[in-house]
Nanobody, 122 residues
Framework: QVQLVESGGGSVQTGGSLKLSCETSESTITRNCMGWFRQAPRKERESVAALIGDAITTYADSVKGRFTISKDNAKNTLYLQMNSLKPEDTAIYYC????????????????RGQGTQVTVSS
């Protein structure tokens, strides 16, 4: 059973920063595809960032230059550093994992956590 436990969400003002963490197991952190997606009220799920293997990263255009995805294999943890936050970033953020390549969009990954709320006020 794949477990993904997010933390680090909260409320910040426009321009602020948050760092999300996703704790998982050793076998999961080494999966080919890991990433973050988000869902805002009354909106479709949106893939935010993906980490393919240990080094290939992809980002949604809406977060490029502001968000950074990374992982620490020694800590079995995936991260999402979010800077210059905007009210439109308000959503529940989910950590996700997928076992095999090619990696689909993050919203289609096999496994996801329970999510952590991020709220950005203007």
């Amino acid at each position: 059973q794949v477990q993904l436990v997010e933390s680090g969400g909260g409320s910040v003002q426009t321009g602020g920063s948050l760092k999300l963490s996703c704790e998982t197991s050793e076998s999961t952190i080494t999966r080919n595809c890991m990433g973050w997606f988000r869902q805002a009220p009354r909106k479709e799920r949106e893939s935010v960032a993906a980490l393919i293997g240990d080094a290939i990263t992809t980002y949604a255009d809406s977060v490029k230059g502001r968000f950074t995805i990374s992982k620490d294999n020694a800590k079995n943890t995936l991260y999402l550093q979010m800077n210059s936050l905007k009210p439109e970033d308000t959503a529940i953020y989910y950590c996700a994992a997928h076992g095999v390549r090619p990696c689909p969009g993050v919203v289609k990954y096999n496994y996801r956590g329970q999510g952590t709320q991020v709220t950005v006020s203007s």
